[in-house]
């Protein structure tokens, strides 16, 4: 008899949703930087000596599109594509290499969230209107004036669908350290599994 494991099926699909969420939140949170970026170089080519300062938000945009990218990657490479080299004794029992990586990769994506939670709650970029709101400072002649980009919805919405991946991984990481412990109490003393004919035979 196999040892008790976490359930393959309710383990494959939370992170078959969770990997989705946050793909969804990688391509919104892509399409916000890039048209910011086509923007800002329009603004520039239009204006010479405009000076943008939008480090902020090209900072914590692009490191949340690494962190959302890597997580998927982790899970999509320790659940579905070499789980058999992670797992341990099953293929759905949680190995202390499957916890340290998904933990790790949801450490670096709560990061990643609250940075770009900051920037919007600062309004760096512009809550309901579409695109980064940054700071254009012209030369004395013209004064100093704002510009609002478009498209900061897709990037509300990225954020958005990025904490309920996050919560898709949090729920995962608890589900991997539950039945690790529940795995752990049900050994034996040498922490190596007992099966139920070998219990029979020595009673």
Not at 82 to 108: D, E, G, V, Y
Not at 112 to 128: C, D, E, H, N
Not at 164 to 188: I, Y
Request: glycine share 8%; hydrophobic share 45%.
């Amino acid at each position: 008899m196999s040892p008790p494991h976490l359930p393959t099926t309710l383990t494959s699909t939370i992170t078959t949703l969770t990997t989705l969420l946050l793909l969804t939140s990688f391509s919104l949170t892509t399409y916000t930087l890039t048209t910011h970026l086509h923007l800002a170089h329009t603004v520039t080519s239009l204006v010479p000596k405009v000076i943008i300062h939008d480090t902020a938000i090209i900072a914590t945009t692009s490191y949340h599109i690494f962190t959302t990218i890597l997580t998927c990657l982790t899970f999509i490479t320790i659940y579905f594509l070499f789980p058999r080299f992670i797992f341990t004794k099953s293929i759905s029992n949680p190995s202390w290499i499957q916890k340290a990586l998904t933990s790790l990769a949801t450490l670096l994506l709560t990061t990643s969230l609250l940075a770009f939670t900051v920037i919007l709650a600062t309004r760096k970029m512009s809550f309901g209107d579409v695109g980064p709101r940054v700071t254009v400072y012209l030369d004395e002649g013209l004064g100093e004036e704002s510009l609002v980009y478009a498209d900061d919805g897709r990037g509300v919405a990225g954020l958005v669908v990025g904490w309920v991946g996050w919560f898709g991984a949090a729920v995962l990481c608890g589900l991997m350290m539950v039945g690790g412990k529940k795995d752990e109490q049900k050994g034996d003393g040498d922490g190596k599994w007992v099966e139920k004919g070998e219990v029979e035979e020595s009673s």
